[in-house]
């Protein structure tokens, strides 16, 4: 009788891939248990994964390692651990966030706004605590899209309360201002109110707070990488090739001021009729894909334009919320898992110690 060993089962591991980040599943091992022909494996992941996704990824491991001779069953164990990750050398983590992933397009008009609000959700409906902040001064959209109002509190008169909308801390200008009012100041005001934002606000315990961008490579995009510790970068775009001129002068900005460029979001892919459901790109098909396979970046998923999201949006309950069985909600949940685990891939953030766990459970027997 074929039996296994604990090597065995780690070499079978590594040739098979973690579908999100697409690192070998054998650096994931945290224990493996062997008894004759049956075997147990513990993995702990960088990210966090809804029992959904886990349980998937956990069939795929199992029937991995079964279809190995040497193996009658494998159990497989699944759970996820966030980490802070290294930010630019001269700066520190924020307190009470773990990591700051900025969305950005270089241009406006392309829904950078709307796949940062939806980002943020599907990280959460992952199992991750997330906060938002609307970086974007002169157009602040993030109150509406969240269906936020009111003004948030200082109990110190020193710092300020995130407002809270679906689950998630959220912080923008939006909130201190009247909706109609313009942000009429120079570049060096519009980088002080974004930095007091950020630093101001109590964010609480956070794993994720996200980062909406207003366009361009500016001053707010300066500042940022001089003075506000990012572990990680997205760049959206669509498939038309003016959005993808100016998505690729945001990559190359995050290039130079090193911070790490996780991948490409393709927004409105494709055009969905609401009357007869036809499909068809509008805006060109692979400009995208074809961005982060010149770069060498993860292609991070796309996105249709479809109506139901635009609706939702300005509804103030974003497509996750609003249809979380959605195929539109998954869309993002899929982009929102392979962000986390190209984050999970960076060096970690040693001084902060050890991430807490989010998720955990034996999922495939």
Request: proline share 6%; net charge negative.
């Amino acid at each position: 009788m074929i039996e296994t060993s604990e090597t065995t089962v780690r070499q079978r591991l590594a040739t098979l891939a973690d579908p999100y980040s697409d690192a070998p599943l054998d650096t994931a091992v945290r224990a493996v248990g062997v008894d004759g022909r049956r075997v147990s494996v513990d993995l702990a992941l960088g990210y966090p994964l809804s029992d959904p996704a886990r349980n998937r990824l956990a069939a795929t491991v199992q029937a991995h390692l079964q279809a190995d001779p040497g193996i009658e069953t494998a159990a497989v164990s699944i759970q996820s651990r966030i980490f802070s990750h290294r930010v630019q050398s001269s700066l520190a983590p924020l307190a009470g966030v773990k990591n700051i992933i900025v969305v950005a397009s270089g241009k406006g008009g392309v829904g950078k706004s709307t796949v940062s609000a939806n980002l943020a959700l599907a990280l959460q409906a992952e199992g991750a605590r997330v906060g938002i902040l609307d970086a974007d001064i002169y157009g602040p959209s993030q109150p509406r899209m969240f269906g936020v109002s009111g003004k948030p509190d200082s109990p110190d008169g020193k710092t300020i309360v995130p407002m809270q909308g679906h689950g998630l801390q959220i912080m923008s200008i939006g909130f201190l201002i009247d909706e109609d009012t313009p942000m009429i100041w120079r570049g060096p005001m519009v980088t002080q109110a974004m930095m007091q934002l950020l630093n101001d606000s109590r964010w609480e315990q956070l794993d994720y707070l996200i980062m909406d961008l207003p366009p361009g490579t500016g001053d707010i995009q300066l500042t940022l990488s001089q003075k506000v510790p990012v572990a990680g970068a997205v760049v959206v775009t669509t498939p038309q090739d003016i959005a993808l001129l100016d998505a690729r002068k945001a990559y190359k900005m995050f290039e130079k001021v090193e911070v790490p460029v996780l991948g490409v979001v393709e927004n409105m892919a494709t055009h969905i009729c609401s009357n007869c459901g036809h499909e068809e790109a509008i805006f060109g098909a692979g400009g995208g894909r074809q961005m982060a396979a010149d770069y060498a970046i993860p292609y991070l998923g796309s996105l249709p334009l479809d109506i139901r999201i635009r609706q939702h949006a300005d509804a103030g309950t974003p497509v996750v919320a609003a249809m979380p069985e959605s195929d539109l909600a998954e869309h993002y949940r899929q982009i929102a898992r392979n962000a986390a685990a190209r984050l999970a891939r960076q060096p970690r953030n040693k001084a902060l110690g050890l991430g807490s766990v989010v998720v955990q459970g034996v999922s495939a027997s």
